[in-house]
């Protein structure tokens, strides 16, 4: 393709192997919006990455269906607004799971607070290269593939260099928030696809955990009351053994 279409050829200094020829689909074959998906983000106040993955149960296999910018205004947008509008793009797709960045707390919290969603969040701590290393695998190898036009998304891809005095940290890294949501995505991308279960809202997680407190407590008041005429039926035997002995 370079010789005879003047394709770009990367060079050494790219993170990611990545074309639109070898990793981009027009669409999943029979896409069902009910499907299992995960929503992934890497939370600022000014600007969200956010990527969506979706499990194909035909293929057997995750897609990556929206990758994107959220652009937050200082002046009018509030963490409240900025997740209600990273909500509302996703609100047709069955999200089984949440995942966001552990150290913007704020997310998890307002979410939590305001929405009643769980996020999960992605333990980073000195992880930063094997959560890269996944991702240019994942790419590289094609256990993911991406889903129509997402041009931030393959902009940022096509665009990584690598840092050319820090080891496997891509030049700019601060700047990259949909490679970084995508990190956070395949890491926590669940292993059991047929067995996971829409999560509870936050007030729904509160009423089970409730219901099982109570049932817990009711088995415990039946318990002690089995034990309490458990041992009246010991003493009255006792009693009706002794009385017989003339004692």
């Known amino acids: 393709n370079c010789i005879l279409y003047g394709d770009w050829l990367d060079g050494d200094e790219k993170v990611f192997l990545f074309t639109k020829e070898q990793n981009v689909i027009d669409q999943i074959p029979g896409y ?15 600007v969200v990455g956010w990527s969506v993955a979706c499990w194909s149960p035909l293929e057997t296999r995750w897609y990556i269906i929206r990758a994107e910018y959220l652009k937050a205004d200082k002046s009018e947008d509030s963490p409240k ?17 949440r995942i966001y960045d ?9 979410a939590r607070e305001e929405f009643g969603l769980r996020y ?7 992880r930063k290269k094997e959560l890269l290393v996944n991702l240019i695998k994942a790419v590289a190898e094609r256990r993911i593939l991406f889903v129509g036009e997402m041009q931030d998304c393959y902009d940022e891809l096509h665009r990584a260099d690598w840092h050319p005095e820090k080891d496997h940290v891509i030049k700019g890294a601060t ?41 817990l407590k009711e088995e415990v008041a039946r318990a002690k009351g089995y034990n309490k005429t458990r041992k009246i039926r010991q003493l009255l035997r006792f009693r009706k053994r002794h009385a017989r002995k003339g004692w």
Request: glycine share 2%; net charge positive.
């Open 81 to 97: 607004t900025i997740i209600n509008k990273v909500e509302r793009k996703c609100s047709k797709y069955n999200i089984v799971r």
């Open 32 to 46: 069902d919006p009910t499907w299992p998906h995960v929503l992934s983000v890497d939370p600022a106040m000014s």
């Open 102 to 110: 552990c150290h913007e707390t704020w997310w998890m919290t307002t």
């Open 120 to 126: 999960i969040p992605v333990r980073k701590d000195n």
């Open 175 to 215: 700047h990259y928030h949909i490679i970084d949501s995508l990190q956070y995505l395949l890491d926590l991308l669940p292993r059991d696809v047929e067995g996971i279960k829409k999560p509870l809202t936050y007030d729904q997680e509160l009423y089970t955990l409730h219901k099982k407190e109570k049932k």
